[in-house]
């Protein structure tokens, strides 16, 4: 992707709001009508959203990284900034560039109250949240919540915690599938498939926890047979679970 021919010198970028003010003008000079109507049929919210593609997004974010170099002081001042725009993609670069170890429970608690697409919302818990110190704590805390999204939020931290904490031990693993099944009965999409990607992705950690994430859905299938969301959740999960290319991999005789 070119830089706009207007751009100003990388020296002028070392204060956040500036560069902030840029970036918020490239989007919308990258504005494309027909991702949008794209996006909306993924069932992306896209009131607030331009249709620039991912890989214009990520170029842009990676730049402003270079442009800011060591400081991370600035670059969490400009993620802030992006986000409190409102605009679709700058809320996504913003969890890009932000800085894990700067982002306070105040900040997270926010942001996930604010998130109204579940791209946002597992843009967010990927690319920032769960390299944080918060991660555990919210992955616990926020599937008890109301707010769909937030919900999601703590559903998908624990999807991706199985996949790339390869430090947390199986124990830490158990009370994140009682939440699975605690929560399976919630019908809204964005819930349920979240619970469903929770528990394939813990259920594939190990052995053990495999078996339990079985267990858990056999439990889901007694417990609320008359549940069109539990009932979906849980089957889909075993099919995957309980598969050959599961077992083998997992090393399951």
């Avoid at 939020?153 to 390869?166: I, N």
């Avoid at 619970?195 to 267990?215: D, P, Y």
């Amino acid at each position: 992707m070119s830089a706009p021919s207007d751009t100003p010198d990388a020296s002028s970028f070392a204060d956040p709001a500036a560069l902030a003010t840029q970036l918020l003008g490239d989007l919308r000079a990258h504005a494309n009508p027909d991702n949008v109507a794209g996006m909306a049929r993924y069932g992306i919210r896209v009131d607030d959203a331009l249709g620039v593609s991912v890989p214009e997004l990520r170029a842009m974010a990676a730049d402003a990284k270079r442009r800011l170099g060591c400081d991370k002081p600035a670059r969490h001042d400009l993620a802030l900034r992006l986000w409190d725009s409102a605009v679709h993609e700058a809320r996504l670069m913003a969890t890009i560039v932000d800085i894990p170890e700067l982002v306070s429970e105040v900040q997270a608690d926010s942001w996930a109250s604010q998130i109204d697409s579940w791209d946002i919302c597992d843009q967010l818990c990927n690319n920032l949240l769960r390299r944080t110190d918060l991660a555990w704590t919210k992955a616990y805390e926020w599937p008890g919540c109301e707010p769909e999204y937030v919900k999601r939020a703590g559903f998908v931290l624990g999807a991706t915690l199985a996949v790339h904490d390869r430090r947390a031990g199986d124990g830490e693993f158990l009370p994140l599938l009682t939440l699975c099944e605690r929560e399976s009965t919630d019908g809204r999409n964005a819930v349920k498939k979240a619970v469903n990607w929770s528990i394939r992705q813990i259920g594939k950690r190990s052995e053990t926890l495999n078996a339990e994430a079985i267990r858990a859905c056999e439990r889901i299938l007694e417990d609320h047979p008359e549940i069109t969301a539990a009932r979906w959740v849980a089957r889909d999960a075993l099919r995957e679970l309980r598969s050959d290319a599961i077992r083998t991999r997992l090393g399951i005789a």
